[in-house]
Structure formats: C-alpha cells, structure tokens
C-alpha cells in the first residue's frame, strides 16, 4: 500500500503563485508514474500534471502549460506542483496520485492510489 498526503493549498489571489506537495509513505518503491488532478464543483475529475519515475516523461493539459510545473524528488518520496500565474478557473480540489505504470497517464483510471486532496481558490 502506499499512502499519500498533500499540502500547500489555501487562497491566493489571480496572477500568484502556490507550491502544492504530496509526500508518499508505504511502498513508494513499487511506484512509477505520479500526476496531480483537480476537481471543481459540479465537473469532473480532471487531469491537470504527471511525469515518470524518472521525470523524463512529463505532460501538461492544455490549459495550464506554461504556468505549472510538476516535478518529484524520489529520495524524498515526493511530488510537487508548482502554480504560478494563477486564475480564479484553476480553483479547485487537487489531488495527487501514483500509479504502478511507467508513463503518467491521464485518465484517473491508469492510477492506483489516491490522497485526500487539498483546496486551491483563487480570488479575482
């Protein structure tokens, strides 16, 4: 099992910037792929940031390409997510995830373990 935890979220004004965290515990060793999600009120589930194990596969939906910045540190067993630049439409719970294969997937399907999520509101 592997658990996961994020932290960093909270209120922030459009144009700043906010580093989210996800530290792992458990048998981190068995996981390859790691991204970040978002989910606002009413929509789905949505992919927003994942990249390899080894970080030399990374993807970006659209939407948020040049603004965020994911990244992990294995020794540590975490992944961030850094958001700059941010607009009241990134509002939203994200959630971090892990999955045992080798590409960051983007449907939520491709991962297998999940954390609590944590707020993210941006202010116009």
């Known amino acids: 099992q592997v658990q996961l935890v994020e932290s960093g979220g909270g209120l922030v004004q459009a144009g700043g910037s906010l580093r989210l965290s996800c530290a792992a515990s458990?048998?981190?060793?068995?996981?390859?792929?790691m991204g970040w999600f978002r989910q606002a009120p009413g929509k789905e589930r949505e992919f927003v940031a994942g990249?390899?194990?080894?970080?030399?596969?990374?993807y970006y939906v659209d939407s948020v390409k040049g603004r965020f910045t994911i990244s992990r540190d294995n020794a540590k067993n975490t992944v961030y997510l850094q958001m700059n630049s941010l607009k009241p439409e990134d509002t939203a719970v994200y959630y971090c995830?892990?999955?045992?294969?080798?590409?960051?997937?983007?449907?939520?399907?491709?991962?297998?373990?999940w954390g609590q999520g944590t707020q993210v509101t941006v202010s116009s």
């Open positions: 990249l390899s194990r080894s970080g030399g596969i990374i």
């Open positions: 458990g048998r981190f060793f068995s996981i390859n792929a």
């Open positions: 995830a892990a999955g045992l294969r080798l590409a960051p997937g983007t449907s939520a399907s491709e991962y297998a373990y």
